[in-house]
């Protein structure tokens, strides 16, 4: 954790190349401003069918840290719809999840 999905429609997909950059990104936000060790950060992509809203939807799901402050996390969501936005050519909307530790049940 944290992990970063974002749902774009199908059609309107960046290319692998832009794709790969936004992941580089994605993941640089993570390491340089949640903290989070490399191992841990997921980018996922997602194609969908649009039916209402936003045409990208980004989900985030963290752990709770006494480092994760809400100006933490305000600057982590503005470089987010900065980099997506850039690599999307729209308005994003972001929601982050925040989990306790103890609340978190995975494997892997």
Not at 54 to 62: N, Q, S
Request: charge should be positive; include cysteine.
């Amino acid at each position: 954790m944290p992990n970063v999905t974002i749902f774009i429609p199908a059609d309107k997909m960046p290319s692998d190349a832009v794709l790969s950059s936004l992941t580089d990104r994605c993941t640089e936000l993570c390491t340089d401003i949640l903290r989070a060790a490399l191992e841990t950060v997921h980018v996922i992509y997602v194609p969908v069918r649009h039916g209402r809203g936003h045409l990208v939807f980004a989900d985030i799901r963290y752990r709770l840290a006494a480092s994760r402050t809400p100006p933490v996390m305000e600057r982590f969501i503005n470089g987010l719809d900065d980099a997506i936005g850039k690599a999307t050519g729209v308005t994003v909307r972001i929601r982050c999840f925040g989990y306790a530790p103890a609340n978190i049940h995975a494997r892997n």
